[in-house]
């Protein structure tokens, strides 16, 4: 069984390099969009209003996790489906690095649509797609929208240590993806950036809770057998650590059925069909 590390999963595949820039983007009418909605122009991060839209569980485990991770109890979604947060001078813990990107989307001019794509074999675990910019006919009204497609399948096949699992759950992927959409932080796309001005910041929050960081963006990927599975899979594997400044840092890890959860990508053609083949 190989430990070398043969390919990398890339953990978060936005697109966010679509929509860098003024003017980047597609831009529809309102007439055009597919399901117009009297909300269209409300900005802020919202419930999907379609077939995407996140279950009452869902919808309960995004508030739990944001609340946690921002210090924010009031945070509610409204009846239009909106997330908000009528009392923000009300916190009870949290980090004041997630409330500043949290508050940025909540009260920017974008909207973020929360979509559940469950098991999508597409989605390791959050993605944000590209901004659509949707306009009203004979006016200058406008506002982009973006998805924020969440896989909550995949964060049931996180196998690790309690903290790197709280270091790496769905509050903390919406955070992610937000960064990207509302700062235009970007992802590490060599091992020399690692692990990327987006990673650094919510690394940031990850300290204001006494959270393991995340070392890297790109996921260590090998052959191995996770619990209850006994068949050799291809496993990822993210590492984290606490304490990095001291003289005994501690190191956590995080490992999942890569291909149960989302596409990989391979460092080379052949270290994938070699892999592949002893896989199966
Ligand atoms: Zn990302």
């Not at 999508?120 to 497609?149: H, K, M, P």
Request: net charge positive; with cysteine.
């Amino acid at each position: 069984m190989s430990i070398q590390p043969i390919l990398r999963a890339v953990v978060c595949a936005a697109l966010v390099a679509l929509r860098l820039g003024a003017g980047s983007g597609k831009t529809v009418a309102a007439s055009d969009a597919p399901r117009a909605d009297a909300m269209r122009y409300r900005s802020g991060v919202r419930n999907a209003p379609g077939k995407r839209r996140l279950n009452a569980a869902q919808r309960q485990q995004v508030l739990q996790s944001l609340r946690e991770k921002t210090g924010w109890q009031s945070l509610a979604f409204d009846e239009a489906g909106f997330l908000v947060c009528p009392e923000p001078q009300v916190i009870n813990g949290g980090s004041a690095a997630a409330r500043r990107l949290l508050g940025a989307a909540l009260n920017g001019a974008e909207v973020y649509e929360l979509e559940n794509h469950n098991a999508s074999l597409a989605i390791n675990f959050a993605r944000l797609t590209a901004g659509v910019t949707y306009r009203f006919f004979n006016s200058d009204a406008a506002i982009s929208e973006s998805s924020l497609q969440l896989d909550f399948a995949d964060f049931t096949f996180l196998r690790g240590d309690e903290l790197a699992c709280r270091a790496f759950d769905v509050g903390v992927a919406i955070l992610h993806e937000l960064a990207h959409g509302v700062w235009h932080l970007r992802d590490a796309e060599s091992d020399g950036a690692e692990p990327g001005a987006c990673e650094n910041y919510i690394n940031r929050i990850r300290r204001e809770l006494r959270l393991p960081e995340r070392q890297t963006y790109q996921a260590r990927v090998r052959l191995g057998t996770l619990e209850p599975n006994p068949l050799t899979r291809v496993i990822a594997e993210l590492s984290f650590v606490s304490g990095r400044n001291t003289v005994k840092p501690q190191l956590y890890s995080l490992r999942w059925d890569a291909e149960s959860v989302g596409p990989i990508i391979p460092v080379n053609q052949a270290a994938l069909a070699s892999a592949m083949a002893n896989v199966r």
